[in-house]
């Protein structure tokens, strides 16, 4: 089984769009293993391919389908909106275009929910708004996240994915790095749990932020996770890179984490983390 | 000038480096190395030193006088050993109770195989959760390029001095414009876009103070940002940690823009 394929033909790895089940002859051509499978089959195995093991990107939606309790989330800091600080060529109007679209409202999406029945905070970043770029809103929901979570004795689960910080909100953007870094410290002092599940991709400054500094680190496999570009890095350095280079596994060598978790167990693993932790248990009427 | 213009004269090879700034600055200085983790990162340097009667731990970004230096110190690009000797001073500062006074000029963190390997992410974030944390004030100085989060990684202060020509960015203003417009060259544009300058930080409330450049008379600015960083000290070290801290914090929670509805 090759997990190490997140790193090629990233232009095929699109994030799924969530909503409805697709048709039931609709098939999905894996870009690893090439098996051309009923999407609705791959669905059921949580966007993995069943074949090879490939994780397909997932939209903020569609991880919570697979993360959460049916009916147990409730989504947080809904109010907040994106604006253009630096009023900056090009932003408004992509911003307008990403609104009709309706991929997602921004690059997070933030509130409680339980996880087989545990209680947690989440956040889940959206690699389908602006490649999951930290501007703004994107650091300011979180931090509210954590600050929320210390108030309401949480833990969180934070799902990254991300391009780095969002350079049409220059160096507000850049600030949000250290506001969020804050804040984690804040309900780290205050005992609480943070488990980061790195998805693909997760680099720049996200990487050199808060997807670094849960007390767990978790990977999906083959996820890319670096701070600089790889392409930047060998055109820098005019060197070829090794092909895993940034890759989860490469990671977990490296001793930057704690495991790599398939989507298919992720589920059960946060959820023995988090009883591990103390973490409450409520039942509610969706589970 | 224009923001382009400003963001030459911060890398202009003949501008005062951070160990000038040091020597000009403190007095009986003991260089310190190492993080005690892998090695010593030359483009970190850091110590104890004396201003204004007070013992303070200095670090800066260093860059390199001349090529020999420039190539020992990678050119002012910290690898993750150098964030993690910053952190361990600044650790060291904190359990002497003394304020950490540091330079900030670089065009960003290195960039290699070498530093992904080490973690340079992981330094990075460290360095700004610690130092949110840090109990013993920190002024950080912009005195060139402050280039994105390996500037960062020692600018969690409690107040940023930024001199009249250095910029501060989120990417350099080259690299935003060939990902935006496949172009390089519109960099000057992309640095009006991107709003970099000392200026433009003080109105974003990222730094509090722009510090005139007279680099003619290197010896009399530093006279002057030597009154500048004590009378802030001062002020800062009658704060208890709790207050210390939490206006730390504040600092830079308030920092972004978005709409909110109610």
Redesign the interface.
Known sequence: MNRMIGLFKRSENKPEAGGMMPAAEERLKCPVCKSRLRKIDIKHNKMVCPECGYHYRLNARSRLKVICDKDSFQELFT?????D??I???YRKKLEELSEKKVAHEGVLCGTGTINGYETALFIMDPSFMMGSM???V??KI?RLFEYAIAHHLPVVGFTASGG?R?Q???????????V??????H??AGGLYITVLTDPTT??V???????GDILIAEPGTL????GKR??EQ??G?K?PED??SAEFLLK?G?LDAIVPRTELKETLARLLRQHGAKEVHHAGL | MQAYDRLKAARAQDRPTSRAYIEALFHERTELHGDRRFGDDAAIIGGIGELGGRTVTFIGIERGRDLKERIACHFGSPMPEGYRKALRLMKQAEKFKRPVVCFVDTSGAYCGEDAEERGQGLAIAENLMEMMGLATPIITVVIGEGGSGGALGLSVADRLFMLENAVFSVISPEGCASILWKDAKKAPDAAECLHITAYDMKQFGVAEQVIPEEFENFHKMCVKMEAQLVEEINVLCRKNTAQLLEERYQRFRRLGDWNESY
């Open positions: 109010n907040i909106s994106t604006s600080p630096l900056f060529p090009g501007g703004s809103v650091g300011e931090s910080a350079m909100e220059g160096i507000l953007s850049l600030m949000q790095m250290a506001k870094s804050g804040s984690v410290g804040k780290s002092q720049g400054g990487t050199a932020s808060y997807a670094m500094l996770i670096g701070f600089a930047v890095i820098t350095t060197k890179l280079f940034q490296h930057f």
